[in-house]
């Protein structure tokens, strides 16, 4: 926990050493070959395995230019997009990753589709381990024939004292860039820990909506049409992962408050401040009030 390791503590007050991984074209660079030969390690069923391999292999692809079709090729590699099993395929077949990552590294892996996280914790005058973990993910890779993205991957010191932060990692050659903020699953993250950046995003992206609103109002709709639209056009952009950066600070989440006033003048309600933390549907109450 990024919060609890940087709070002081019996052990001190630590930093947090932060590296998003980024797999270039991670779906498109999956060996069917190397992932049948993990389904097998797996035990599954025969039928199933069969399954799989009919799913993947047999494949092809050309390309359209012009209305010039080129020659066929076949696809030995790549789980296809947009099919309900591919993104179980993709992690089944990094899902040993972290085993080449030494565990006298201390480093925690999160995983999510083709997301990746680690981090460290750091005492004072301690190193970071991320590099090395880094070098175990570089081999791992290129074991199982996907690519590592140096230019997406980035690095995050998290860190309150004035203690130097870590050296910088590198992939081969390449020097990782080291950000103040990362969007990490739809949502922004901070060196400091707090969530203005991530308000700030949520706040342009929910405005960018409203003209929904206008729309509704400028064809003389029903209230209860705008409202619905409120609810799910704005609303949930305004709420997501509101478990997590909950316990916002008044100004900010002041500057949330103010994309809802504005959606509720739209529509004709009046200025009832809900409260955006919940997860109650807003339904008008006592005529045209608004209540969570």
């Given at each position: 926990n990024?919060?609890?390791s940087?709070?002081n503590?019996s052990?001190?007050?630590?930093?947090?050493?932060?590296l998003?991984?980024d797999f270039?074209?991670?779906?498109?660079?999956?060996?069917?070959?190397?992932?049948?030969d993990?389904?097998?390690d797996?035990?599954?069923?025969?039928s199933?395995?069969l399954w799989?391999?009919?799913?993947l292999?047999?494949?092809?692809?050309?390309?359209?230019?012009?209305?010039v079709?080129?020659?066929?090729?076949?696809?030995?590699?790549?789980?296809?997009?947009?099919s309900?099993?591919?993104?179980?395929l993709?992690d089944?077949?990094?899902?040993d990753m972290e085993e080449?990552v030494?565990?006298q590294a201390?480093v925690n892996?999160?995983k999510?589709a083709d997301?990746c996280?680690?981090?460290?914790?750091?005492?004072?005058?301690?190193?970071?381990?991320l590099?090395?973990a880094?070098?175990?993910?570089q081999?791992?890779?290129?074991?199982?024939?996907?690519?590592l993205?140096?230019?997406k991957t980035?690095?995050?010191?998290?860190?309150?004292?004035?203690?130097?932060?870590p050296?910088?990692?590198?992939?081969?050659?390449?020097?990782?860039?080291?950000?103040?903020n990362?969007?990490?699953?739809?949502?922004?993250?901070?060196k400091?820990?707090?969530?203005?950046?991530?308000?700030e995003?949520?706040t342009?992206?929910?405005?960018?909506?409203?003209?929904?609103?206008r729309?509704?109002?400028?064809a003389?709709?029903?209230?209860?049409?705008g409202?619905?639209?409120?609810?799910?056009?704005?609303?949930?952009?305004?709420?997501y992962?509101?478990?997590?950066?909950?316990?916002?600070?008044?100004?900010v989440?002041?500057?949330?408050?103010?994309?809802?006033?504005r959606?509720?003048?739209?529509?004709?309600?009046?200025?009832?401040?809900?409260?955006?933390?919940?997860r109650?549907?807003?339904?008008?109450?006592?005529?045209n009030s608004?209540?969570s």
């Amino acid at each position: 926990n990024w919060f609890d390791s940087t709070d002081n503590s019996s052990t001190g007050r630590q930093g947090v050493h932060a590296l998003f991984v980024d797999f270039r074209k991670a779906f498109d660079l999956v060996d069917h070959k190397i992932l049948l030969d993990k389904l097998v390690d797996m035990n599954v069923t025969r039928s199933f395995w069969l399954w799989i391999m009919s799913f993947l292999e047999g494949r092809t692809q050309q390309v359209n230019l012009q209305g010039v079709l080129s020659f066929t090729a076949s696809c030995p590699a790549g789980v296809p997009q947009g099919s309900a099993i591919s993104p179980t395929l993709f992690d089944i077949h990094i899902n040993d990753m972290e085993e080449n990552v030494s565990e006298q590294a201390c480093v925690n892996t999160i995983k999510y589709a083709d997301d990746c996280t680690m981090d460290t914790s750091i005492r004072l005058g301690e190193s970071s381990d991320l590099q090395s973990a880094l070098d175990s993910v570089q081999s791992w890779a290129v074991e199982n024939k996907m690519e590592l993205n140096a230019k997406k991957t980035k690095d995050m010191w998290i860190n309150f004292t004035e203690a130097p932060p870590p050296l910088p990692l590198h992939i081969g050659d390449a020097i990782i860039e080291r950000v103040d903020n990362f969007k990490l699953l739809g949502t922004w993250f901070q060196k400091d820990l707090k969530w203005n950046k991530h308000v700030e995003e949520t706040t342009r992206k929910a405005a960018k909506n409203l003209y929904c609103l206008r729309e509704c109002r400028r064809a003389n709709l029903p209230v209860e049409v705008g409202l619905t639209t409120y609810l799910t056009k704005i609303r949930p952009i305004l709420e997501y992962c509101s478990p997590v950066w909950g316990g916002l600070p008044r100004y900010v989440k002041d500057e949330l408050e103010r994309v809802q006033r504005r959606s509720l003048r739209i529509i004709g309600l009046p200025m009832v401040t809900c409260q955006l933390s919940k997860r109650e549907e807003l339904k008008p109450h006592r005529g045209n009030s608004l209540t969570s």
